[in-house]
């Protein structure tokens, strides 16, 4: 449980501290208590015992004399005095062939008489209640060696006779109280070592660990209020370099913080200076991009208006001239008809240009009948093709029977994207598959003309860029079909892409919501 | 000068020169042991250097020496051997030289000497000055004391005191023999002597029994080992070592080395050592002058 509880990170260092520190504190007590209780009471034990052996080996050695002369009498008073201590209970007299010679005391009755023969001090039997401790009493006639018996002849050294044994009944009472009073006062003392070092340490380690709490204080409230408070300096020198840490690292964010704001402002200053460069640099392209529009469509409609009288009038003088036979001016007039319909197509195109950059070109959505459509493309385009004698077919794989668009843009578009396939095809296919998915309806040009590297197809839709803009191009053209058809493309919601490879045809595909919602 | 002049004078250089050349060297060997044993010895040899016309050289005996090296450094043609180790000594060159033994309760055995047994005449005459009432002595012996037996029952007889002496040779048999004195009757008129017998008079078995039923049957009780007045005897004797130094020194002058058997003497002189507390449970009570010839009192 302890070690658990020091894993959790919800509880304080502090307090994880204190508890473990008690906890080891009471173990280490607790271990203490029970190793002194034992070793002391063991001790005691043992000191008991070398008691009771000195009691029982000293009334072997005052009986000698009455043993040996056989009179009880002699013994007596050296019984008396054994059993004079307290813890003796009885005491015996056996001669050396175990017959009792002198019992006094209560000698317990469980006791039957033991022929044991020892040779020194032993403990015959031990109950919980007493020790019955047996000793030899040897006739022994030399005495501990010492200077004085340099004054003393030689004797023959006598083997050690037994000539009895003495028994004495050793309580156990006072070992037993002893060992209680040992035990209680050393739980007693644990006890209050414990207590007392608990609350010494508690006060301690509060003390110790304060100023990390009033540090861990400022940190939290730092974050809290996003302020850069400094904390406090004290404590152990370990917290007094976090605290000092600490405080150099606010002080050094409060003036990165300083420094950002600065900037910042500074920044936001120029932001707001550039911006209205642009904001004036934009209306002034507005503006131009309005004048320019604006312009483009009265240049357009002045420019259109006489173009369209000079083609009107053109055509009237050819039916004169027809009706005359005047063929050789028929052929002239026939160019001035002709390149007067460029110039009006090209006028047309910069027309749509500008009203779609002026953001004035509308999408007009109705029903577009795909069998109509197609009937009104093969109608347009096939004496187109047949000029320089390519194929044109188209593949109606479409599902739908109408969609909803913009019609005049789409066919604009198509017919954009189908006349340069024709323009630059010779003696080839021209394709024109339809199909669909559930959501979008495709027209894909296919051609086997003279096709785009993979330059041409990056600015093949950008405005007045021709694939061949020489002035001694080939095709003619003004560069701005396949801007205007992207453009037409983008504003229905729709996707223009070209695949091709130089010499190798094109494929330009258009794809085209089926519903467009706008 | 006249030529009687010269001739005497060459007659006391002669002389002189003769006495040089033929004066005696002895050797005392004794054992070498710590205070307060150590002036026992000092003591005798300062009694024996007084007596002895001649050099006196000392060996001190360690407590572990080889006996026959030791006596094969003693070149001297007397030798006194003191104590216990001395007594190896002498073992080893009585044979061959005039050899005594002091400081040890010796009895004729091949070596002379002189016995810390005290003169059995001094004891008696002792008794009678101190407990006058005792008319008779009960001695135990075993062959170890036998020997002074003989002599303390004419010396007692002279006395008019009645020796009764009992011969034992174990421990149970003396044990028996002092039970049986303590059951008898008329114990105020007894006494009890404890010779120089480590039977009889044995320290761990027989001397606390005796004293102790000699304190309660207010019998006196008179040793001849030094140590049993302080126990509780009436008195013992002390040997006075100056007189014992003398009477060694002029024992190794007079003895025959060759001749058998050999002459053991007992202490002529001794001191007293007199346990007053005993007297007075005795109802002795020694005046000042009595107390003035005690050597050494108890209680101190």
């Known amino acids: 449980m302890s070690w658990n509880f020091l894993q959790n990170s919800n509880k304080s260092i502090k307090n994880q501290v204190i508890h473990f520190m008690i906890i080891s504190i009471t173990l280490m007590t607790i271990i203490i208590s029970i190793v002194t209780t034992l070793g002391v009471n063991q001790q005691y034990r043992e000191l008991m015992l070398k008691n009771a052996f000195q009691i029982t080996e000293g009334l072997a050695k005052q009986v000698i004399f009455s043993v040996l002369s056989g009179s009880e009498q002699n013994a007596q008073e050296a019984m008396n005095q054994v059993l004079g201590f307290q813890s003796v209970l009885a005491a015996r007299l056996l001669l050396d062939n175990h017959r009792n010679f002198l019992v006094m005391g209560n000698y317990p009755a469980d006791i039957k008489g033991d022929t044991l023969k020892i040779i020194t001090t032993r403990v015959i039997r031990e109950t919980s209640e007493y020790w019955l401790i047996k000793t030899p009493i040897n006739e022994s006639t030399q005495s501990s060696p010492s200077e004085e018996d340099e004054f003393e002849l030689e004797t023959e050294v006598e083997e050690e006779r037994i000539i009895g044994y003495a028994e004495v009944i050793y309580s156990k009472d006072k070992l037993s109280d002893a060992q209680t009073q040992v035990t209680t006062l050393i739980t007693l003392v644990g006890v209050i070592s414990v207590g007392l070092l608990s609350i010494v340490l508690r006060w301690g380690l509060l003390k110790l660990f304060k100023p990390l709490g009033m540090l861990a204080s400022i940190m939290q409230q730092s974050r809290n209020t996003g302020e850069y408070l400094l904390a406090k300096i004290s404590g152990a020198k370990e917290i007094q370099d976090i605290a000092s840490s600490y405080n150099n690292m606010m002080t050094v964010l409060k003036q990165q913080e300083y420094d950002l704001i600065t900037h910042r402002d500074q920044l936001e200053a120029e932001v707001g200076i550039r911006t209205k460069e642009l904001v004036l640099a934009r209306d002034s392209a507005l503006i131009s991009s309005q004048h320019k529009s604006e312009f483009m469509a009265n240049m357009s409609h002045e420019l259109r208006t006489p173009i369209q009288s000079i083609i009107g009038y053109g055509e009237l003088v050819i039916e004169e001239l027809e009706l005359e036979g005047n063929f050789a001016l028929i052929d002239d007039m026939d160019k001035i008809s002709k390149n007067s319909q460029r110039l009006l197509n090209m006028i047309n195109n910069l027309l749509d240009l500008a009203k779609i950059e002026a953001g004035k070109l509308n999408i007009l959505q109705s029903d577009i009948f795909i069998e109509e459509l197609v009937i009104n493309l093969f109608d347009t385009i096939g004496p187109l093709a047949q000029k320089n004698h390519n194929n044109f077919k188209i593949n109606p794989k479409c599902t739908l029977i109408k969609i909803i668009n913009d019609k005049e843009k789409l066919e604009q578009l198509l017919l954009n994207l189908l006349s340069n396939a024709c323009k630059f095809t010779e003696k080839g296919k021209i394709t024109l598959s339809i199909y669909n998915d559930v959501n979008f309806i495709y027209f894909e040009i296919n051609d086997t003309g003279i096709g785009l590297s993979k330059e041409q197809q990056h600015y093949i839709f950008d405005e007045f860029r021709q694939v061949d803009s020489s002035h001694s191009r080939k095709f003619s053209g003004t560069g701005l079909g396949l801007a205007i058809s992207q453009r037409f493309v983008e504003l229905m919601k729709g996707q223009i892409t070209v695949k091709s490879e130089l010499n190798k045809g094109a494929t330009f595909t258009v794809k085209l919501p089926i519903n467009l919602i706008l | ?300």
């Open chain 2, 1 to 300: 000068m006249k030529p009687v002049h010269f001739s005497i004078f060459f007659i006391l250089l002669l002389l002189s020169w003769c006495l040089n050349a033929h004066a005696e060297e002895l050797t005392v060997v004794y054992p070498e042991v710590k205070a307060p044993y150590d002036k026992i010895f000092q003591q005798i040899t300062r009694g024996i250097k007084s007596e002895f016309i001649g050099t006196v050289h000392h060996v001190k005996l360690p407590r572990k020496f080889n006996a026959k090296i030791q006596s094969n450094k003693i070149t001297t043609n007397k030798v006194i051997a003191l104590g216990k180790r001395g007594l190896r000594i002498a073992k080893q060159l009585y044979k061959f030289k005039p050899v005594v033994v002091g400081a040890l309760p010796i009895k004729p055995n091949g070596i002379s000497g002189v016995s810390l047994m005290a003169d059995p005449n001094i004891l008696f005459e002792t008794l009678h000055e101190l407990a006058p009432e005792v008319t008779a002595i009960t001695v135990l012996y075993s062959p170890a004391s036998e020997w002074i037996i003989a002599e303390a029952k004419i010396k007692a007889n002279a006395r008019g005191l009645t020796l009764n002496h009992i011969a034992v040779d174990n421990i149970k048999a003396a044990v028996v023999a002092y039970n049986k004195i303590f059951e008898g009757n008329n114990l105020d008129k007894m006494a009890i002597w404890l010779p120089l017998d480590p039977i009889t008079a044995n320290e761990r078995i027989i001397i606390p029994t005796i004293l102790e039923k000699a304190w309660e049957n207010k019998m006196v009780v008179f040793s001849s080992k030094p140590t049993h007045a302080k126990r509780g005897a009436l008195f013992s004797a002390l040997p006075d070592n100056e007189l014992l130094g003398q009477q060694l020194a002029r024992l190794i002058n007079n003895i025959n080395y060759k001749s058998r058997p050999s002459t053991v003497k007992t202490l002529e002189t001794i001191k007293l050592a007199v346990n007053l507390r005993t007297a007075a449970h005795l109802g002795f009570d020694y005046d000042s002058n009595e107390r003035s010839g005690f050597a050494l009192t108890f209680p101190n």
